[in-house]
């Protein structure tokens, strides 16, 4: 069964005939002539109809509401490895947060829009050049971040981004972390470890392994679950060395 994609939305607003946000029953209300208007533009027509133009006796379309409930479609980011059948009044919560939907850049004022696995190409050919480090996975590299940085950049061999975010935890030290923004690719399950030694005292040092966090996007938000907190006594003031690894195993 085929259905004209363009039947489910408001005549009005043209928006898909869904509950608003705030909403979860879906109310798609009509005029004695059948004219469809969904609720947030019907609270707004006062009982006149934007088709037929005159006093208008409006009614909840009961029939066309169940309709539209039991509709499921593939996700917008299907092409893009998303196989989720979702339900057409959920489509919009569900691609805001669909792991395989385009995100941000997340180096300031770049506002270039990509997707999991195609990375490479922006980071390397395009602009930044020397904001990030391409890793391969289970092998240690040292990273040399300025204290100030939030984050740095981490790009895998297959393209997944990740940030190692480095929160400054007045008064106690740095507290890094890493992440991986929208992972797309459920079949991968991503771990990282991270060590700091005193800059003093060599051998003095700390570890954290960890499983990393999938975020949807960098909004300044650091995970708390888990951390390495390294105090600043550990380390310079300016500079700060660590040996991070990403692991990358299936999935089962
Ligand atoms: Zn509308
Ligand atoms: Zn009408
Ligand atoms: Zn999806
Ligand atoms: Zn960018």
Known sequence: MRIDPDLLDCSICFEPLCPPLYQLVLCIFQCQNGHVACLSCWSMLSNKCHVCSHDAIFARNIALEKIVESIKSSCAYAKWGCCELVSYTQRNTHEESCFFAPLMCPIPGCGYRGFTGRW??????????????????????????EASLPFLVLLGEDDHLFLLLNKNMTPFGHAFSVVCLRTGDLNWKF??????????????????????????????????????????DFCSSTNITLSVSVGRSASV
């Open 191 to 232: 771990s990282y470890e991270i060590e700091a030694a005193s800059t003093r005292n060599p051998e003095n040092c700390m570890q954290l392994k960890a499983s990393v966090t999938n975020a949807k996007e960098w909004e300044g938000l650091h995970p708390t679950e888990s951390f390495l907190l390294v105090p600043y």
């Open 120 to 145: 490479s190409g922006h980071f390397l050919v395009d602009h930044h050049s020397a904001d990030f480090l391409h890793f391969v996975y289970g092998q240690s590299f040292e990273v040399n971040l």
